[in-house]
């Protein structure tokens, strides 16, 4: 791979490779494809699209990846072994541009007791896998497994001895995520001073996250000289992960200034996606606070944090969340929130300032958030319309909930009894499986035709003592609501936060009535 211009970093995509082989399960042929194709609308150079040795189906997929890539190429490992090189070359073979990376360790750890090899050895495997791989293709990457760890001047040997091999790309990984940023820094600055031919390849840096410095070694790295990132979305890979594509690329974009021009190829705007895509398929959840992609990595919650942001944006968000793909920021309504957070979002709902009391809401609003946890919009607006015994009463409550349910042999089946109101109704009916049955009855009992946009269900507590936790987000003309149930049987806590979510929209339906009146009113 051939780069035009020397300020820019090659992003090198090992999601399906590094970050696959630290899954619980293996994913599909589809699956990576899935991913492949998503790689590639975001901009990524090079991507490692699996081990072809490693399984038949792993071969199958690198070649189903190969060809299907348009513009991102498609790169295959290989340890320094005559098999698994040709391995790769059979998954790529008549397709154009593909890439053989193949890799053996260096640090001394790994030559006495893994590879049981000398480092002079070890320098002629890497050499004669090198040579092979080139007989194969002009794009050939060769790694030195655990330089952090390999003894400098061994490690200028093997990157020197690669490069006369005809390596076009050396790749210098953290294996163990053991250095600090300064000494990764050192290591890369002292190849580019001893290794003579250093300039006849990319040099790029490959870094574990086991003490959390894989995105600063990564940058600290380009610094450096490096101009290939290998990394992963959403920061997957083996143990604590490999460097997140999408914290590398936001520093280098943010940041153009501090690293004098160098840019990526990513479109910043398609990362949201691709992390939401990478976490559903590898059933990886992104954790709430990771950095650029986490639900809360573009949320305000603190009073201050708030009234600051409501002023302008710039006092505490260093990005958009546009720009990485996201629609808005999110605006948590807590009791920690303060008075202008509810303003906003009362303004945001239509209430012009003056014609509410401020005081009182807020009031309100601070018992109903210790209540609660969290409250949202629709919340707010009951507020203003309920008085506060009103606000505490429901109109639908769980009188009675029966299931059936068992293996394919087994129709779903439920029967739900509701109090609506003063009254009781019961229906039954079947779904394709016991939550949907439930639910099915108690849309048809509320008549309230919702569509569930997420359902999460989590055990609260440890072992047999531990609650099943169901959120629900639905929506309902265009709005979304939230409702959460809790019970020792997930059925019952499925059922209680979507009659939850029930009865909020059932006030909201309420309040519209009352506005309208308003409005009528008004006109006349
Ligand atoms: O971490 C590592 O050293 C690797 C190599 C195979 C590049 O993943
Ligand atoms: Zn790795």
Excluded at 161 to 185: H, Q, R, S
Excluded at 438 to 443: P, R, W
Aim: one cysteine or more; a neutral charge; aromatic letters at 6%.
């Amino acid at each position: 791979m051939s780069v035009k211009d020397k300020n820019q970093v090659i992003i090198f995509d090992t999601t399906l490779r590094d970050g696959e082989q630290a899954l619980q399960q293996s994913l599909s042929i589809k699956q990576k494809l899935q991913i492949a194709l998503v790689l590639e609308q975001l901009g990524v150079d090079v991507i490692e699209a699996g081990f072809p040795i490693s399984s038949p189906g792993d071969l199958e997929s690198v070649r189903a990846i190969a060809k299907a890539l348009k513009t991102s190429v498609c790169c295959g490992l290989s340890r320094a072994v005559d098999k698994d090189i040709d391995a790769c070359h059979e998954a790529f073979k008549g397709l154009d541009h593909c890439r053989i990376h193949t890799f053996i360790a260096t640090s001394d750890i790994h030559a006495k007791s893994k590879l049981r090899k000398s480092f002079s050895d070890i320098l002629d495997m890497a050499v004669h896998a090198v040579k092979r791989a080139r007989n194969y293709t002009d794009d050939v990457e060769f790694s030195c497994e655990d330089a952090g760890r390999t003894p400098i001047d061994n490690l200028c040997a093997m990157v020197e001895a690669a490069i006369k091999a005809g390596a076009t790309t050396v790749n210098i990984p953290d294996t163990v995520g053991y250095t600090l940023p300064y000494e990764w820094g050192n290591i890369i600055h002292t190849l580019f001073n001893k290794v003579p031919n250093i300039d006849k390849a990319i040099i790029s840096v490959h870094c574990h996250n086991d003490l959390g410095m894989a995105t600063a070694n990564s940058l600290t790295g380009v610094l450096e000289g490096a101009r290939q990132i290998e990394c992963c979305v959403n920061g997957l890979g083996e143990r604590a992960g490999n460097t997140s594509l999408e914290e590398v690329v936001m520093a280098l974009k943010l940041r153009e200034g501090y690293t004098k021009g160098l840019y990526t190829n990513i479109i910043s705007t398609n990362i949201a996606r691709a992390s939401q895509v990478v976490s559903g398929i590898c059933n990886e959840p992104v954790p709430s606070h990771k950095a650029i992609v986490g639900s809360n990595a573009f949320a305000h919650s603190s009073g201050i944090h708030q009234d600051g942001v409501l002023k302008n944006k710039n006092t505490y968000e260093i990005l958009t969340p546009q720009s990485v793909g996201f629609k808005e920021n999110n605006m948590h309504m807590t009791a920690r929130s303060g008075r202008h957070m509810i303003k906003a979002v009362l303004e945001k709902l239509g209430y012009k300032d003056g014609t509410y009391d401020l005081d009182s809401i807020y009031s309100r609003f601070l018992k109903l958030a210790d209540r609660k946890g969290q409250v949202f919009d629709y919340d707010l607006e009951t507020l203003m319309f309920f008085s506060h015994q009103e606000e505490e009463e429901t109109q639908f409550t769980l009188d009675n909930l029966s299931v059936v349910s068992g293996d394919k042999n087994v129709l779903p089946t439920a029967a739900v009894r509701l109090k609506i109101g003063k009254r009781t109704r019961t229906d039954s009916g079947t779904g394709n499986g016991p939550v949907d049955a439930v639910f099915n009855c108690i849309t048809r009992l509320t008549g309230i035709k919702l569509e569930l946009f997420n359902f999460v269900i989590t055990a609260k507590g440890t072992g047999m003592n531990a609650q099943g936790q169901v959120d629900v987000d639905v929506v309902y003309n265009n709005r979304h609501y939230y409702g959460k149930g809790l019970s020792t049987d997930v059925i019952e806590a499925s059922a209680l936060s979507l009659i939850s979510a029930c009865n909020s929209i059932y006030r909201a339906q309420i309040i519209e009535k009352e506005k309208a009146g308003l409005e009528r009113k008004e006109s006349k």
